[in-house]
């Protein structure tokens, strides 16, 4: 039986996680941002979850009250997931990451780590709220490109003679 968090139903505040998939691509593309992931981790606060999956963490925080991201997902040069901000879906419907003592698809056990008190998870700080919208605004944009693009075709004017052709 695993346990989960629904990150969009938590009260009185919703919860959100920053799942590190891969940490030797994730903190260095951290890094570029000026977020220090050791720091995250090691933080007295911090509240850590891992899978026993190899290079595989979660931090979980808080969110302001009624405020549901959308989750997005950070590809790597390998163009495999390396990090994933989660709270929701872009219609406010909930993310969710499994809990201790869940029992991962690998067979692996989640285990809490970290210094910080699950029950009462830190604010998510500043430097990885402005990078996570951000990356919203991103994805945003590629979406709306990609529609416009699919809905931009050019009337092509026809000569008189295509005309009396038709």
Same mark, same amino acid.
């Given at each position: 039986?695993?346990?989960?968090l629904? +990150?969009?139903?938590?009260k009185?505040?919703?919860?959100?996680?920053?799942? &590190?998939?891969?940490?030797?691509?994730?903190?260095p593309w951290?890094?570029?941002?000026d977020?220090?992931?050791?720091?995250?981790?090691?933080?007295?606060?911090?509240?850590?979850?891992?899978?026993?999956?190899k290079?595989?963490?979660?931090?979980i925080?808080?969110?302001?009250?009624?405020? &549901?991201?959308?989750?997005?997902?950070?590809?790597?040069?390998?163009?495999?997931?390396?990090?994933?901000?989660?709270?929701?879906?872009?219609d406010?419907?909930?993310?969710?990451?499994? =809990?201790?003592?869940?029992? +991962?698809?690998?067979g692996?056990?989640?285990?809490?780590?970290g +210094?910080?008190?699950? =029950?009462?998870?830190?604010? =998510?700080?500043?430097?990885?709220?402005?990078?996570?919208e951000?990356q919203?605004?991103e994805?945003?944009?590629?979406? +709306?490109?990609?529609?416009?693009?699919?809905?931009n075709?050019?009337?092509? =004017?026809?000569?008189?003679?295509?005309?009396?052709? &038709?």
């Amino acid at each position: 039986m695993n346990f989960g968090l629904a +990150h969009a139903y938590c009260k009185p505040r919703p919860t959100c996680a920053i799942d &590190i998939d891969d940490y030797r691509e994730a903190k260095p593309w951290l890094s570029d941002k000026d977020i220090d992931l050791d720091a995250l981790l090691f933080s007295e606060d911090a509240v850590v979850i891992s899978s026993g999956k190899k290079f595989s963490l979660k931090l979980i925080y808080r969110l302001r009250p009624s405020e &549901i991201k959308e989750s997005i997902k950070i590809f790597g040069v390998s163009q495999n997931c390396i990090l994933e901000f989660r709270c929701g879906t872009k219609d406010k419907k909930t993310a969710q990451d499994v =809990l201790p003592p869940s029992i +991962h698809p690998s067979g692996t056990t989640y285990q809490w780590y970290g +210094h910080g008190d699950p =029950l009462a998870p830190p604010s =998510l700080p500043k430097t990885l709220r402005i990078v996570w919208e951000w990356q919203i605004e991103e994805s945003n944009k590629k979406r +709306h490109d990609k529609q416009a693009v699919k809905y931009n075709h050019q009337s092509i =004017l026809e000569s008189p003679r295509q005309v009396a052709t &038709i």
